[in-house]
């Protein structure tokens, strides 16, 4: 599957951002997907991630309450939506997908298989 991730863009602090992750094929509903995120000179981290169904759902505490994934596999698309967007929330953007899961959610990085381009997002105070 190959993943295209867009949205990202200049906001101010307490805005909003819909970032989007479209796949190519057609077994999209297969895989369970997660986004990412990485700053300079930090390690890329685990942001949201979602099941293949939708049905689960996982976040990081950094972001529980201001953040939401959704997906649309009749549209092969995983959204993310970021509201109340703080500064150390800049970063570049990533999603991942994995067809293979021992959990119905992945959280860590090392358990994806493909990977977008990534999107930047900055968020200026």
């Known amino acids: 599957v190959q993943l295209q991730a867009s949205g990202g863009g200049l906001v101010q602090a307490g805005g909003s951002l819909r970032l989007s992750c479209a796949a190519s094929?057609?077994?999209?509903?297969?895989?369970?997907v997660g986004w990412f995120r990485q700053a300079p000179g930090k390690e890329r981290e685990s942001v949201a991630a979602i099941s293949r169904t939708g049905g689960s759902t996982y976040y990081a505490d950094s972001v529980k309450g201001r953040f939401t994934i959704s997906r649309d596999n009749a549209r092969n698309t995983v959204y993310l939506r970021m509201n109340s967007l703080k500064p150390e929330d800049t970063a570049v953007y990533y999603c991942?997908?994995?067809?293979?899961?021992?959990?119905?959610?992945?959280?860590?990085?090392?358990?994806?298989?493909?990977w977008g381009q990534g999107t930047q997002v900055t968020v200026s105070s």
């Open positions: 094929g057609r077994t999209f509903s297969s895989y369970a």
């Open positions: 991942a997908a994995v067809a293979a899961v021992t959990t119905p959610v992945p959280k860590h990085k090392y358990e994806y298989d493909y």
